[in-house]
C-alpha cells in the first residue's frame, strides 16, 4: 500500500452486526410510534443514527456504537431476567383458565403467549452475545483503523 492511501475496505462482520440492530431499531421504532411510547422512539432514532454512522465508517460512531452495543446488551439481559422470573405465572393463568367457562379458548391465547414469551427469551439470548461481540470487535485496532476522518 502507498504511503499515505486510504486503507482497503474490507468486508467486516462488524458491520452485519450494525445491519441487524440498525434493521431491528428501525422495526421497534416503527412500533413505538404506533403505539406512542416517545422515550422508546427517540432511543431507537439514537440507536439509527449511531449505527447509520458505523456502517459508513464515520470516527464519532466507532465509540458511540460500542457503547450502544453494551448498553443494548444490558437491557436484553435485565428485560429477560425480569421475563423469567415472570415465567410462573403461565402456570397461574393455566389453572386459573381452566375453572373458566371457556377455558379452551383462553388456554388456547396463554399458550400463543407463552410461545411469543419463549421466542422474546430466545431472540434476547441470542442478541446478548452477538452485542457484547459488537462491543469487543470495535475496539480492536484493525477495526479502529477503518474509522478514519473523510475530507
Do not use: N
Request: glycine fraction near 8%.
Amino acid at each position: 500500500m502507498a504511503v499515505g492511501a486510504a486503507p482497503v475496505s474490507r468486508f467486516g462482520l462488524w458491520r452485519v452486526a450494525a445491519w441487524i440492530v440498525l434493521l431491528l431499531a428501525a422495526f421497534g421504532g416503527v412500533q413505538y410510534l404506533r403505539h406512542g411510547d416517545w422515550p422508546y422512539l427517540a432511543g431507537s432514532l439514537v440507536v439509527i443514527v449511531v449505527c447509520a454512522g458505523a456502517i459508513l465508517r464515520q470516527p464519532w460512531a466507532r465509540q458511540a456504537m460500542r457503547t450502544v452495543a453494551l448498553l443494548l446488551a444490558l437491557w436484553a439481559l435485565v428485560t429477560g431476567g425480569l421475563m423469567l422470573a415472570q415465567w410462573g405465572q403461565f402456570d397461574a393463568a393455566r389453572a386459573h383458565a381452566m375453572t373458566q367457562a371457556q377455558s379452551e379458548l383462553l388456554l388456547l391465547v396463554i399458550e400463543q403467549a407463552r410461545r411469543s414469551f419463549l421466542l422474546g427469551l430466545v431472540f434476547k439470548a441470542l442478541l446478548v452475545p452477538l452485542l457484547l461481540w459488537m462491543a469487543w470487535h470495535l475496539g480492536r485496532p484493525s477495526v479502529r483503523a477503518q474509522f478514519v476522518a473523510r475530507r
